[in-house]
């Protein structure tokens, strides 16, 4: 089984930036889709981007498609969301999220096994 530990919330302005880290152990991610979700307070858990295993791939939400980037280094075990033009509307805990046998891709949270804790991401407007 993998572990996952996110890193790199904060509070940043409107408009800024910030990347965020999902740092793995107990078993390679090269033999995990990867990706990060986000929850809201007041609400559900949201897909925001995911990377196939090699890399070679990556999707994205329409909230999140031009502004954020999810990136993999599997040398490393470990995953990446570059988010830039960042929006109030981006505050949320974001969770990285991991499974086998997932369609990559699908933004439905209940098809991935493994989760980090989250990390605490607060745009102020």
């Known amino acids: 089984q993998v572990q996952l530990v996110e890193s790199g919330g904060g509070l940043v302005q409107a408009g800024g930036s910030l990347r965020l880290s999902c740092a793995a152990s107990?078993?390679?991610?090269?033999?995990?889709?990867m990706a990060w979700f986000r929850r809201a307070p007041g609400k559900e858990r949201e897909f925001v981007a995911a990377?196939?295993?090699?890399?070679?791939?990556?999707y994205y939400s329409n909230s999140a498609q031009g502004r954020f980037t999810v990136s993999r280094d599997n040398a490393k075990n470990s995953v990446h969301l570059q988010m830039s033009s960042l929006k109030s509307e981006d505050t949320a805990v974001y969770f990285c999220?991991?499974?086998?046998?997932?369609?990559?891709?699908?933004?439905?949270?209940?098809?991935?096994?493994?989760w980090g804790q989250g990390t605490q991401v607060t745009v102020s407007s």
């Open positions: 107990g078993s390679p991610i090269s033999s995990y889709t």
């Open positions: 999220a991991a499974d086998r046998t997932v369609v990559p891709g699908s933004p439905n949270p209940t098809e991935y096994d493994f």
């Open positions: 990377i196939t295993k090699t890399g070679g791939s990556s």
